[in-house]
C-alpha cells in the first residue's frame, strides 16, 4: 500500500467522522432549540394557566386531605374518650364501694324524711335560694328566675342541703366537706364513701357523681348541688335531661349498659350545659338504683381543640374542629371565642345570628350549647353523610371543610373540621407571582433549555427508582418498562426478576411469621407476647386473687398402656383440645398439660371478681367431658382436680428453650389437693370455697396443712347425670 492511500484513507474517515458528528447536533440540539424558540411564548401561557389550575387543586386537595385527617382523628378520639367513660363507670358501678354506699346513702336518707327544720334552718335555706342560687341562676339565664319553685319540698332533701349545700358559697367548699358534724346517719355514711367519689371526680375529671336510689331520689352527690335529695321523677328536675337518662337506664333493668345523655342545660348547674352518663346499680341481679356522672365537657373541649392549641393540631391560624348537635347548636367551644371574644361577637353578628345568642356565648365565655351552626357541612353530617366541601362557615367565612357523624351511642354528634379559604389558598398567590418572573426569565434564556433533553434519558432510570421505591415501601410483584433501548432492557429485566423474587421470598416470610404467630399465641397469652416482642429478657408477673386448677384424669394410664404413643397422644390432643374449648366460655386460660396433669387458671391475664366460681364450673364441665369420653371408648376415666385461690407467679422459664409457666402458693395446694387424693371428685381450699355462690353444694373432705396452718378441703357434690 502506497503512502498517498494511506494519507487519503485517513482524511476520508475524518470527513465522515465531522459529518456524523453535524448530523447527530442537527437531529437533537439544533432541531430541539428551533423548536422551543418558536414554541416559548406559547408554552409560558399554557404552563402558566395550567401551574396555575394545579397549584389551586393541589392545595385544595392536600387542605381536604388535612382536614379529612384531622376530622377522623378528632371523631376517633371523642369515641375513644366516651368508650372510656363508659367502661370506667361500669366498673365503679359493679364495685362492691358503690353498691354498698347506694344502698346505704338510701337508707340514711329514709331516716331523714320524718324529720322537720326549725324555723332557723328553713330561713336559711329559703335565704339560699333567694340570695344566692336564684340571683346566680337568673344572671346566667337572662332572665327573671322564681327560686321558690327550686325549694325542695322533701324533709330529706331540705335537711341535706340545709347542711351540705347552703352554707357553701361555692362547689369547690362544698365537696371538700367530708361530715358536716350533724350526728346524722347519712352524714356518717357520707364520711365513709365521700373520698371515694371526690377521688373519681378529681382523677375522672367528672363535673360531678351523683348516687340514685330505686324511688328516683339523689342520696349522693360529690359536689352537693340543689339536686341533692330531690326526686328525679317528680322533683323540680324531672324533665331534665338527667332524669331522663336516669328513667331509660333504670327501666332497662340491665346491668352494665349506659346510657348516654346529650348537652343541655342543666338548672342545679345554673342553667350551664350538662350531659350525664347514667348506669344502673344492682345487688344479687336485682337493681337497687344507678350512678350517673356529668360529662368532662373541658376533656371533650380540649380534645377538639388539640389541648387548646389549635394550630399546633394541624389546623393553621384560622382552623377549627368542632361538634354539632343534632339541634344544630355547638357542642364544643368555638376557637375564635377563646382567642379574641370581641372579634367572635363581631363575626357572629355579621352572619346572622341574634344578640342576645352572642351575649350570651361571651358571657359563659363558650359556645356550647349556645351557637348555631346552620352550614351546609353541619347539614350533611347530621344527614348521616361524611365529606368535603367549599361553603360558608358557622361565622360567614369562605371555608374548607370536611364532616361527618360522630359514633356513640344515645348521642347524635357530628364533627366538623374547617379553614378559611384564604389561608388554604394563601400560596397560590407567591406561587404565580414566581411562575410569571420565572416565564420571563425562561423566554430570554430559552435556548438553555436544551438541557431539559437530560429528561429524555433519565425518565427510564426514574421509573426504575419509583419502582424501588415502591418495593421498599412494601409493594410486591412491581414491574417496569425502562425503555426500548438494549442497555436499559436488560436492566429492566434483571430488576423484574428481582422483584419477583423478591415477591416470592417476601410471601415465604409472611407464611413462616403467621406459623410463629399461631406458635407464640398457642404457648403464651397476649401479654407476654407483647413483652417478648419488646425484647424483655425476663418476664414475670405476679398475680392476686387468682383461682388455680390442677386436674388429672383417673384411669388415663391404664387405658393408654395397650395403646401405641402416637395414639395415646392424639387421645390425650383430643381431650385437652375439649379441655381448652371448654374454658374460653368461663374465662379459664390454660396454663400446660403433661401426661400428669392440666393446669390452667382464672384471672390470670383479665382479673375477674367471681373466677372462685368460673372455676368451679369450668371443673364440673371438664368432669363431664371425661365422662362422656368414658362412655364414647367404653372405658373407666374419671377426674380429679384440686381447686385453690390465692397468689401465684407467671412467667416465661428458660432461655433457649422457652416455656410459660405458672408457679406460687395456689399452685401447690392445688396440686397437693388432688394429688393427695385417691378418689376422683373436684377438691377446693376452704378460702376459694368462701368465694362460692350459696347454690354450689359442698362437703368436707379432711384438711390439708399450709403454711399458714390447717385447711379444709371440700368436695364439690355434682348433681347426677340427667
Known sequence: MSKSDTESEKLDRERQGASARRR?????????????????????????????????????????????????????????????????????????????????????????????????????????????????????????????????????????????????????????????????????VHARYHDYFRSMTEFLDYEDVLLIDERGVVVYSAFKGVDLGTNLLDGPYRLSNLAAAYDTAVGGNLLGEVTFTDIEDYPPSLNLPAGWAVTPIGRDGEVIGAMAVELPLDRISGVMTAGGDTSEGGLGETGEAYLVGIDGLMRSPSRLLVSDANAFAEASLAAGTSPEIVDLAVARGTTVGVQPVRTEAAAAAIAGQSGTIIANDYLGRDSLAAYGPVNIDGIDWVVVAEIDTAEAFAPVTAFTRNLVISSAVLALVVSVLSLLLARVFVSPLRRLARAAQRIAAGESGVTVDAGSSDELMSVSTAFNDMSRSLQVKAELLDEQQAESERLLRALMPEPVIRRYRDGDQTIAEDHVDVSVLYADIMGFEAFSRDRGSEATLETLNELVRQFDEAGAPFGVEHVRTTTKGYLASCGLTVPRIDNARRMVDYAIELTRIVDRFSAQWGVSLALRAGIDLGEASSGLVGRAHMVYDLWGDAVNLAFRLQAERVESGIFVTDRLAEGLPANVRLVEAGVISTAEGEQKVWRVELEPAT
Open 24 to 188: 447527530r447536533g442537527l437531529s437533537i440540539q439544533s432541531t430541539v432549540l428551533v423548536m422551543l424558540l418558536a414554541v416559548s411564548v406559547t408554552s409560558n401561557v399554557l404552563v402558566g394557566v395550567i401551574g396555575y389550575v394545579n397549584a389551586t387543586d393541589s392545595l385544595r386537595d392536600a387542605a381536604f386531605q388535612r382536614l379529612i385527617e384531622v376530622r377522623d382523628s378528632r371523631t376517633r378520639e371523642v369515641e375513644r374518650l366516651f368508650s372510656t367513660i363508659e367502661r370506667t363507670i361500669v366498673v365503679h358501678s359493679r364495685g362492691q364501694s358503690v353498691i354498698d354506699a347506694t344502698g346505704a346513702f338510701s337508707a340514711a336518707m329514709q331516716q331523714l324524711d320524718d324529720g322537720e327544720l326549725d324555723d332557723e334552718q328553713l330561713q336559711a335555706l329559703t335565704a339560699y335560694y333567694d340570695e344566692v342560687f336564684g340571683p346566680a341562676l337568673g344572671e346566667s339565664t337572662g332572665s327573671a328566675v322564681d327560686p321558690s319553685a327550686f325549694v325542695p319540698t322533701d324533709p330529706a332533701a331540705r335537711y341535706l342541703q340545709v347542711h351540705y349545700t347552703a352554707p357553701h358559697a361555692d362547689f369547690a367548699a362544698a365537696i371538700s366537706v367530708d361530715d358536716a358534724g350533724d350526728g346524722s346517719e347519712w352524714s356518717a
